[in-house]
């Protein structure tokens, strides 16, 4: 496992805020990225959540016909609800606040507590959670060993022969649950080869357990492959996608899978508070997204791939270039803390995430243009010859 594949966290790590009075709305351009206040303007590369809606996903969100989600009569939320389950493959899918809302339903529409679920390494639902499967399905995560994020058929039978014919068969939780994540966030923004994912559910098939995905950014598996989204979600029960990350919406998850198991899904989201009234303003948002947004990651993954490129050129920093297959740079630092290299762009205008003593990750998203990469390397080589 990668350094950075032994933490998931999603976009929890060191932060500052970001500069801008959150109203940025061209996309690419610059003064509105810095809020239209005159404030400095930074090229903030902390995550590709950070972006703000353009003026067009505004306008569709103003428009948008709402009802209330918790009535079930919000026809945007039933418009996204349905495009999303058409581009997912699934029967069904419900709109959620958040990817985590999302995951967490998942966990518990599929388990009982006291079940275990096994989980790949480094991932989302495991590290960066808030430790959620524990206090709201009452599972017991059991983490499975893997390279970049991911692990195979075989891996998934050992972890599984383990527990059979034997007393501890009987002592231990039941496995009911096997959890993928595809891109994997924690170890770089990498996608599962279709092969490895067929043979790793075929096993998990055979052993009867359910399966969920974590396809937070299955969009940029798509966007790498031109494989479609809903061909790497078949085989898997459910599917979390998320609109807020790279497509620009401002908020927003969804749970696909067979209506049967999504209803019994609606049932907990109401518990953990999650009917959001009249959704469909932000839903808008995202179906505006998922129309506009989605055709265009390929732009963010040519420019991970420029960043990744000139950080390799910059003495004193470390990247795997070729492990750079979507819109994530996780890079390493070698001798100077990371945290304080990340200090050092803050204020010369970048801002990134540090996850570690030595880890960071920068994302270029929506807003992020060509000279922003040139502006961001020049200013990664000032901070790491300080
Ligand atoms: C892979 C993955 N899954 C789930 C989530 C959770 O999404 P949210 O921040 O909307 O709760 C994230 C967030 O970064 C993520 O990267």
Redesign the pocket.
């Known amino acids: 496992m990668s350094p950075a594949a032994g933490n ?4 929890g790590a060191t932060n500052t805020p970001a500069a801008g009075d959150g109203n940025a709305n061209a996309v690419g351009n610059a003064a509105a990225r810095a809020g239209g206040s005159g404030a400095a303007r930074m090229i903030d590369l902390r ?1 590709d ?1 950070v972006t703000r809606p353009t003026e067009a996903m505004r306008a569709a969100m103003a428009a948008a016909p709402v009802g209330d989600d918790c009535y079930g009569d919000d026809p945007t939320v039933l418009e996204l609800e349905r495009r999303t389950a058409e581009i997912l493959g699934k029967e069904a899918a419900m709109y959620v ?7 967490q339903l998942a966990l518990r529409a599929h388990t009982e507590p006291g079940d275990a679920v096994l989980i790949g390494p480094g ?3 495991w590290f ?2 808030g430790g959620a499967p524990s206090p709201i399905s009452g599972v017991v995560i059991r983490p499975l060993d893997g390279e970049r994020g991911m692990f195979g058929a075989a891996t998934l039978r050992a972890a599984l022969n383990l527990d059979m014919g034997t007393v501890r068969a009987r002592m231990q939780a039941p496995v009911r649950l096997v959890c993928a ?1 595809n ?4 170890a770089g923004g990498t996608v599962w080869p279709p092969d490895v994912l067929r043979e790793m559910l075929a096993a998990a098939r055979e052993a009867g357990l359910a399966t969920h995905l ?4 299955l969009w940029h598996a798509t966007a790498a492959t031109g494989i479609p989204e809903a061909e790497f979600a078949a085989g898997f029960d459910t599917v ?1 996608a ?1 609109f ?2 790279a497509l620009g919406a401002p ?3 969804a749970l696909a899978g067979p209506a049967g198991l999504i209803e019994r899904a609606r049932r907990f989201k109401q518990l953990y508070g999650g009917g959001f009234r009249q959704a469909g303003i932000v839903a808008a948002g995202a179906l505006y997204a998922l129309e506009h947004h989605r055709g265009r990651l390929a732009e963010d993954h040519a420019r991970a791939g420029t960043l990744a490129r000139g950080l390799a050129a910059i003495p004193g920093l470390e990247v795997d270039v070729k492990g750079v297959e979507t819109n994530i740079v996780r890079f390493r630092t070698v001798a100077v803390d990371a945290p304080e290299f990340a200090g050092r762009c803050r204020e010369r205008g970048v801002l990134l995430n540090a996850y570690s003593r030595r880890d960071l990750r920068i994302i270029p998203h929506l807003h992020t243009t060509d000279d922003d990469v040139e502006q961001a390397l020049e200013t990664f080589r000032r901070a790491a010859s300080v």
């Open positions: 998931g966290a999603g976009d995550s959540t606040p958040t990817g985590t809302m999302s995951n991932a989302h639902i960066g959670e994540e891109t994997h966030n924690g974590d396809g937070a950014r979390n998320c807020s990350k908020l927003g998850s």
